[in-house]
Every structure is written in C-alpha cells, then in structure tokens.
C-alpha cells in the first residue's frame, strides 16, 4: 500500500467521520474534527518556523552584515522580543509596543489599498456612459442595459441606506417620499446581490461535497482494486 | 452626761457609749494617756494650753487656729500670744477641791484618755489625770455615784458598791461603777452650756425670776422659790445651748426636790437633807430629752429613783444634807428637774459640791475658795454670768459665744423673757410638739430597743402632710397578642405610639375601566405565572431528525445518480464567458522566459473548487512552459501550492528550480503582499521546504528566480482565492502594477470581485486581465483551452451538475412550501378570527 493511497483512504474516512454529523454530534465527528484542529495548528507552526521565523531571524544573521542589514535585524529582534512578553501577563504590556507598530502599519496600509484599489476605482466605475461605445465589441443594447441596470443599482442600493425620515400621523416613520420608490428598487438589488452571493456559496459547497465524496469512491475503488 | 473624748481621733462622745459614734473605735482604751493630756512621742504627757483672743480677748484651746467666738486668727505672726497653760497645768493645790477631785477621780480611772498625738488636747479634755486627788477623797477613788453613772452606758456590769450607800434612784440604774472606767469626767469649764443643765454636775447659775424665760422655767433647771437673780443675764450665755427648746416650760421645782439640788441651781433655800444629791425629777432643760424621749436608762435613772433612806445614804451623800423624798414621778409628770444645790453639812459635803454650790449662790454668797489663785477663767464667768437667781439660763461656758441681746421670740407659747430666749430658739421652737405616746417597743429579731426620737428632733421633723392620692386603678384589659383577656399588664399597643389613620381626606384611588382591566389582566398573568405547567414529554434523544435525513438523502441522489445512472446529463460548456476568455488570452500571451506569480491563497478545504480553477489555468501555464513561482498568504496555502505544482509539473516535465519553485509562505497579509511587490528577494530567503540554495548562490540566484527582484519583473499574477479578502488584498496592494493579474476565484467569491474586473474595462490596459469564477470557470476555461477531458473529471463533472441542480430544486421547493405553509396559516388565522 502506498503512501499515496493511505492518504487517499484515511482522508476518505475522515470525511465519512465529519459527514457522520448527519446524526447529530458523535464521537466520530469529534475524533476527526479535533484531528483536523491538531493537525493544522501543527503544521501551521512547523510553517511559521521553517519558513519565517528561522531564516528571516537566524539565518539572516550569518549572512552579509551590512549597516542597513543590521539595523534591519536588530529591529526585527527587537520587536520580536517585546512581542514575547505577551506570553507573561505581569510583563505583557511590554508587547504592546511591537503590537501597536503591526497594528498601525497594517491599517494604514489597508486603508491606503482600500481607497486606491477599492473607492476609488469603484465610485469611477458607476460613472458609465448610457451611451454605447462603439470600440467595445459589445451590443450596444446590452450596452446600454447594462449601464441602465448599473446605474439604477448603484443609486438604488445607495437608497436603500438612507436612514433619513419622516414621522408619519400614526406615529411610524418612513422614508421620504423621493427616496422611498428607489429604496423599494434597492432593496430589490440587495436581495439580488444577496441570492447571488448564497447560491455561489451553495455552489461551492456542492463542489466541495461532490469532491469528497469523489475523493471517497476512488479510495473505495482503489481499495478494492 | 459626762462627755469624753475618743481617745483615736479626739471627738466628743457620751459616756455611756463603749465605740466612738465618729470612728467606731474603742473609747475604753486602758493604755491611751489621760483626759486632757496629749501623749508625745517622748512618752511624755503635754497637758492642753489655752489661747487668749487677741481680738476678743477669749479663751480657746491652742489647738485652734480661729478663735471659736470671732472667727480671729489665733496663731498669726504678729500674735504674741502665748498659750495660758490651762487649768490642767496648774498646781494641784491650786485647783478647787471638786476639781481636784473630780481630777483624782479621772487619774484612777481604769480608762485613761489618750487624745491623738496629731491633735492637741481640746479645751475640755479630762486632764485629771496625773494631779491629785481631791482631799476629801483618795486619790484615783471615783464616787460611787459617778462610778454609777459611767458604767451601765457602756454596757458594762455594774462593779461592787457599797449596798449602803447607793441611792436607791440610783441602784435600779444598774449605773454602778464596773471595773472599767469608760470615760472621764469633763471639767466644769469645758462642759458645753447645753450640756450643763444636763449633768447635773454643772452650777446653774440662778436666773432672775422675773427674766427667767417660760422655757427654761419649765425644765427645773432653776429653783422655783429661788431670789430672782442678781447678776444681769449673762451676755455670753450661749443661747444656742437651748437651741433646741422642745419642752413646754415644766413646773418648777417643787418642794419635793432636793435640797442640794436646789442649791446647786443657785437658790438660797437648800434642799433639805436626804434629798437625793441628783434629782432627775425636773425636766431637763430643753436642749435635752424629756423623760419620754429620753433612753430607758435615764428613764429608769428616773423612774428607779427612789428617795434614799438617810440610813441608806453613803456617808458623802448624808453629807450633802439631802433629806429623804418620796418618789419622784416620771414621765410627764415628772417635774422638772432642779439643780439647785444641796446643803450638805460641811464636814460631809465633797469638796466639789460645796464648790459647786458656791458658785450658783449670788455673788455676794459665793465666796470662792481660793479667790486669789483661781483661775482667771473662773473669775470671768463668775462676774459675767448672772447669779444663780438672776440668771435663768445655767452655767454657761467660758468658751461660749456671746451672742447679745436677742429679740423676743415670736412664739405664743413658748414666750421667753425679755431679753431670755433668743428669737432664733423661738423659731425653732414648733407651734405643736408631740411626745411619742408609745414608748420604745424592742424590734422584733433583737435584743435591742427600738430607739425613740427626742422631743427636740421630733420636733424637727417635717410636717406630713395628708394627701388624697387616688389609688391607681389599672382596669385596661389587653386585647391583643397573648396576654389578652388580663389586667394589670404593659398594654402591647401603646396608644401613644400608634399613628391612626385620619379619619378626613381618605384618599381614593381614581382608576378607568381600561386600567382596572389592565390591571386584571396584569393579575391574572401573575397568577397564572404561578401556576406551574406540566412538563411536555421529552422526545428521545436518538430520534433522528427527517427533515435532515430527507435533504441529505436527495442531495446525495442528486450527486450519484447523474454520474452513475445518467452519464452526460449534464454536458460540459462549450462557450467561455467573456472574462474567462480574457484570461485564456492572457496566459495564452505571456511570454515564457518570464516567471509568473502565482498566489495559491486558499486552503485544503477548497481545494475540491479551487483545485479545478488550479488545474484550469495553472495547467495552461504549465503546459505554455511558463515558469511558475508558487507563493501563498496562508499558512496551508503553500503545502496546497506545492501539492499542485507537483501535480502539474509532472505531467508537464518541469524542473524544479528552473521552472518552477515554490517560495513557501508569504507573512504579513497586506503588508506582506505590498513588501513582496516592492522588493520580493527582501521577503524570501528560502523556499518552502527552506532550501536556501547556497551552493547556487542563494534563493534569488536559481534560474527561475534570477531575473525577478520586484512584481514588475513577473509576467503575470494569477490569484488564486477562496476568500473575498484575500483577492482584494492582491489588487489593492499592488495597485499601479503594470503586471496584469489573472483572478481564479470561487463561485461564491465571484461576485464579490467582479466589480474590480469589471472597472478596469474601460481602461486600456486593464491590470485585472482575466476573471476566472467557479467550477463553471474552469470548465469554460478548459473548454477553450482545449484540455482533454478525463473520466474522473467528466464524473465529477456530472457529480457537480446533479448536485447544484438538486440544491437548486431544493432551495425552490423549499422555498414555495414554506411560502405556501405560511398563507395557509394566515388563512387559518383569518378564519379563526
């Protein structure tokens, strides 16, 4: 027996093990849901070790030491140690320094690709022309069905968030009356958008199933190969 | 009563008493020195001193440093006063014979006097002892009748007398002279004016008849035939002697009183012999007890008189020329005593009687023994006080004060004679004063007698007076609690305490029907909260669950029956999408002598999607001879990533390291994604099995890697993502690239990234090449790429359409049924209401 097919057959009985959740809770789904826990924390450790800490860390020091190096090492070692005393909680407040620097960069990064790669670039493309261009090779009538749909979703989800009211006589409150109809659209688009997202995660998830369940009938057929 | 000294602390007690009534020590004290001597501590005896008033001119004992009459400093710096000796001092010839007997008499007492060594002797301290007796009698010998006198008060037994000469009065006394001698005798000047009148041993000095006040005419200090007295009333009487006038005036003396008793009083006529030397028949003077009030002892001194037989008479008594008399009577008819002196024969009469006598005679009678060498005290009081028939006051002391003439008392009854009894004693005097009728009665239990109140303090005693005070009926009953139904009991609801409710402006609760039902139903939802629901029978745990059983049995026929029973019920696409298209023609289009990028960011669990996009479009790379460079921003990622280069390298011959590496795991997220698009040889150092590749000269020196320091130097960027997240973060980091990025994404991801592909169409060269979404993705895209087909691929295929097909008839069925659940219930409800 191979490796190759002990891996086949023991992920198919995993699989057969978490699937047994079928019948509620049982010492199969545990047994394969805490192998499944263990071993990825395992293997994500033996990752950060091998892959990170060891040779942006020690082995980075027997290389070529240059000023810029070493000052770029002794930071990192520095961090690095601060980061540590998280693990001791009388001195855990010294790793708020190394954590607030992550935390800081990480953020201003985000929110620097978030306005240039996502607001930006979003907000020009509901700029559209109801105008069909004629360089695209696109029907212009899907052309313009198409920036009609895009334009009425935008301003129409837009809508759908407009948390501005009116008191009505009986004491409810409602949209105003201009921005009620296109809420109405919206809302319509939010569901749209919303089915979409589940059907694609419904998808997904038959993939994943019909993949295992492929994945058991070839080591069911290799073992009776 | 003779008065003597504590011998422990000095104060004045009666003689008949054994313990001093201020320090309850023993008077009777046999090794105590003698009255009047003070015992040093060389064990000699200091005899007392008398100080002269250098202001009015008085005596007064050295002892004290105020004179007792003016209140002036006795002992100042300026005083040149020397202490006169005292009358204890003198020669014993000097002293009058009584004196010296009476002194005698002290020195043989059996309980000599010892006065505190811290004080000085008082001024009328007993100083017999130590001086001679008195020549009539041997020295130490007291008279039977001063024996007598002594010793029944101490309670001690009478000693042997002579039968012969004890008085009869005397003898019922049991006042006979015991062994003991509890007191001495005080001499004459020292005794107190109140207590004078008293003792019987003092010289009344006659008072004026006409002055003599009705008080003192009353008590028989004073003989009724008496010559008025010659001498004005003494100034220095002490008036304070008959401060404590309680008597009415007692008859005076009669004819029945002795002799020598009426001579001692100062009257002319002596009382004729066989009287008895002492007549208590008189009323003492106020200051004293009468007869009711007085002891049982001096009662029966009274009572127990009996006349004394001439014959029976002692020798010193027949001297004293006391004639016999008959009984005398007692109690309230007794009459009031007289002291007016006896005349006993001269030969037989004691030295100290016939002084006595003398000296309550008129001046002109009174012919002191020893004038010349008497003493200077005794010659004041002989020219200040008044004779015995002058004076109705008795012998006063030289030390008393002198309080002047006093305004006539404003009593009816008790009217003294002008200038005779001082307003003050009047005052005192109560309008009404009762003798206690019942005599003393023993207290039950003792031996002793219950003792009677003298008339003098009985008559200080306040005045009942008779109020009505209704008895306290307590007739509340108690009603509540349980003591209810009893009397006499604490009430357990004080009247007091209790608030009562106010009777006016009852305030009432004004409520609508709505709130009363409101308030009914609040009620009824509070009972019914108490009232305890049976418990619904649990349904069994193993019980499993068909809805549940019913799905997975559908799906799972959806998933194998296509396959198995209907093969190619679900044909593989033919047409690509536009964006999947766009991404064939991108990698169709890269050059292979440049590496491309590609980022393996899904995990294991959506390798069954991802893997086939992997497959798809990685494939094609491989097969182009792209050189791939393998990295991933999660940690599973790179073992998925080098599980499908393996794969696909194999099929393709690619050389590790020269086609094909794997950089392992990418750290940081974001910032990783932007330091590696900056400087990409900065982040790695070694692949993903940590190969460092020295002998090659480093990682960023093998073939595939040596051309590649930033993103630019990439050919493309093909993102593979499960995650929505993950696929932004490639496109926002590395924003303004020229390298266009390929996006191979899952189906439910799709949508999510869309709208970056989308917006970078209108631009000319999009970055966002290619959009490759879902399984149907990379059939589409395998479809135009051409790739065969394979079984497994074809079943999972046909596994893949029966089970989104069945999910999709699920969802919609499920969906209606619910629809149609829920307008039936609304119908239902409608109906029902």
Redesign the interface.
Known sequence: MSAELVGVVVGALLSLMVLSY???DNPLYRVAVHTFVGV?AG??MV??A???I???LF??LL?TLTPERLLLLGISWLLTVLFAFKLFNPQSAVGRLPLAYLVG??AA??VG??L???LV??V??TF?SLLPDPALAVDPLEQLVSAAVLLAGTVCTLAVFWYGGRTLPNGKVARPLLVAPFARLGEVFVGL?LG??Y??????S?????????AIL?AVEQLLQ | MAVIRCPHCGKPNPDFVETCQYCEQPIKDTESPAAGEAALSDGTIRKSLILRCPNCGKPNPDFLNQCQFCDTPLKSAGAAQTPQPGPESEPAADLPDWLRALRGEAAASDAPFTPPASEATHDWEWTGAGEAAPAGEPAGEIPDWLKGATGPFTGGEPGPAPAGEVPDWLKGTGALASTEQPSEPVSDQEIPDWLKGATGALTPEPAPAGEVPDWLKGTGALPVESAPPSGAPDKGAPGASTAFVEEPAEPALGAETPDWLRDLSGGEAAPPVGQPALSMEAPLPAILPGPEDEPDFLNNLRGAATPVVEEEQPDWLKSLGLSETPVPPTGSDAPALDFSAPAPSAEEEPDWMRTLRDEAAPPAEAAPAESEAEPDWLTALRADTPTAAESALPGTSPFALDLGDLPPSAEPEAAPAPGGEPDWLAALRPAAMSRPETPATPVEGLELAQGELPSWLAAMRPVEVERMIEPEADDYEEKVGILSGMRGVLRAEPSVVLPGKSAVNVHTLLYTEAQASQAEALAAMLLGDKATAPAGRRKARLA?PWE??LV?VV??FG??APPLLLPSLFPRPTRAAPETLAAFEVVEGLPVDRPVLVAFDYEP?????L??LADAVVGHLARRGVPLVAVSTS??G??VAQEALDRLTAQNAYSETVSVINL??L?G???GI?QFSLDARAS???D?R?A?YEDRGGLWQLPVLRAVSTLDDFGAVVVLSATAEGA??W???T??RPTPMLLAV???????VR??Y???Q?AAQPRLAGFVG??MGAAQYEARAGSPVSP?AD??WQ??GG??WT?ALL?LFGNLAHGALQALRRSRTKRKA
Do not use: C, D, K
């Open positions: 079928l019948i509620g990825t293997y994500v990752v950060a091998v892959n990170v060891y040779p942006q082995l980075a290389g960069l990480g990064v985000a690709g978030a240039t790669g996502t670039p979003q020009g493309a559209v958008a979409v997202l059907a694609g995660v419904v998808a997904g038959v993939a994943y199933l019909a993949e295992r369940l492929n070839t | 499993v549940r059983w997975t799906i799972l998933l194998l669990a959506h390798a069954g999607e893997g086939l940690l599973t790179a073992g392992g795991y750290p997220g974001p910032i932007l790695f150092a070694a993903f940590g460092r932004r973060a496109i926002e980091q924003q303004g899952g189906a439910g991801v799709a949508p999510l709208p970056y989308e917006a970078e209108s879902g399984v497994s079943f999972f596994m893949l089970g989104l999910s969802l």
